[in-house]
Structure formats: C-alpha cells, structure tokens
Antibody
Framework: QVQLVESGGGLVKPGGSLRLSCAAS????????MSWIRQAPGKGLEWLAY????????NYADSVKGRFTISRDNTKNSVYLQMNSLRAEDTAVYYC???????????????WGQGSLVTV | DIQMTQSPSSLSASVGDRVTISCRAS??????LNWYQQIPGKAPKLLIN???SLQSGVPSRFSGSGSGTDFTLTISNLQPEDFATYYC??????????FGQGTKVEIK
C-alpha cells in the first residue's frame, strides 16, 4: 500500500535551516509529482511546493519562494524540503503528499504522510 | 493567486443530519476542485476530486457538486466518524493550489 513517511522535523532557532525528508513506498515513485503542504498550529492547510516526476519542474508558494527548495531522489524514493532563513511563522506540521496520476482528469493530493513538526 | 472561501467556518449538527458546506473560488476553476477531510491529529484525506468524483473507499453519503466558481460538499446521514474539519482545494492550472480556510463540523 502507498506509504509516505516524513522525518527531519524539530526545534530550530530563527534564521536557521532544516531539511525535511519524505520516504515513499508502495508505488512507482518516479511516475508521480510530489508536494509539500504545511499546517500552523490551530490553522488551515497551506500548499508550499511541488516537483515534477523527473525533477524538471518545481513551483513554490510566495511565502516560501527563495527560502525553501524542494528536491527529489528517484533512486531513493524520497522527496526533500530544504528550509533556510526560518522564521517563527514557519512553525507548523509539514506534510508531504502525492499528486494523483497524469491519467486522472483532475489533479489532487491523493496520499499524505503523517506529518513532521517544525518549531522555530 | 486564486482565493478559496468556505462557508460556514464551523457548524454544529447531529448524527443523522444532512450537512452542506460551500466553497467559492475567486475565479472560474472549471471542475478542478477537491475536498479533504481532516480528523484532529491526523493527516488530511482526499474525499472527492474533480468536484464530484468520490475516491475509492469513501462512503456514498459524501457527495460533491458544482463547477466554475461555486461548489458544495454534502454529507447525508451524518455519522459519528464524520465529525472533522473539511477543506476545499483548487488544482486549476499551475500552482499555487490554494485551500479554503476549512469548515469544522462539530457535534450538536
């Protein structure tokens, strides 16, 4: 079955850096786009970034553009989020999620990890 | 960026009730609208994509409708496990794929 497991969260000082990882299993990883989404404590969901299946295309929310970088290693079935210049407002649970297949008519995030807490 | 506005932000309902949640986009998004359910402490779960297509394993008491700018999620015969927060999300064109602010469904 599809599994996404995030790791790398923790406590970091303002201005610091952190790298989140998301290990995928149960599907052909290099066939799917992947995304990162976050949720601040008691708040709603905020889409952050995504990366195409072959790493040729990335896109970011304005709130993290220039500070965060999404990447992937298809040989390790993993996607990453490098977070630099962290601010207090970046405190959140960070989720990785899979975008559904190119064969679907409408795109959605069909599988999510359990989340990793980042506290700045 | 496309803004998504949900209403109401919260509601109270009883088991067996029919519940309707609305979502409005700031511009036409055709049917590129998804609904997610989030139980406290858990990751969001995709319920519906393409405005009305139920995901495999999602009970048929959940349904979605709409196109363009106005969309609705309906839960008929509300069950105890349905008390959660529901989010709409648009996936029209290139990202950012914005979410609505959420609707919390609470027990009356």
């Amino acid at each position: 079955q599809v599994q996404l497991v995030e790791s790398g969260g923790g406590l970091v000082k303002p201005g610091g850096s952190l790298r989140l990882s998301c290990a995928a299993s149960g599907f052909t990883f290099n066939d799917y786009y992947m995304s990162w989404i976050r949720q601040a404590p008691g708040k709603g969901l905020e889409w952050l970034a995504y990366i195409s299946s072959r790493r040729t295309y990335t896109n970011y929310a304005d709130s993290v553009k220039g500070r965060f970088t999404i990447s992937r290693d298809n040989t390790k079935n993993s996607v990453y989020l490098q977070m630099n210049s962290l601010r207090a407002e970046d405190t959140a649970v960070y989720y990785c999620a899979r975008r559904n297949s190119d064969n679907d008519d409408y795109y959605a995030l069909d599988y999510w990890g359990q989340g990793s807490l980042v506290t700045v | 960026d496309i803004q998504m506005t949900q209403s109401p932000s919260s509601l109270s309902a009883s088991v067996g009730d029919r519940v309707t949640i609305s979502c409005r986009a700031s511009q036409s998004i055709s049917r590129f609208l998804n609904w997610y359910q989030q139980i406290p402490g858990k990751a969001p779960k995709l319920l519906i994509n393409g405005a009305s297509s139920l995901q495999s394993g999602v009970p048929s008491r959940f349904s979605g409708s709409g196109s363009g700018t106005d969309f609705t999620l309906t839960i008929s015969n509300l069950q105890p496990e349905d008390f959660a927060t529901y989010y709409c999300q648009q996936s029209y064109g290139t990202p950012p794929w914005t979410f609505g602010q959420g609707t919390k469904v609470e027990i009356k």
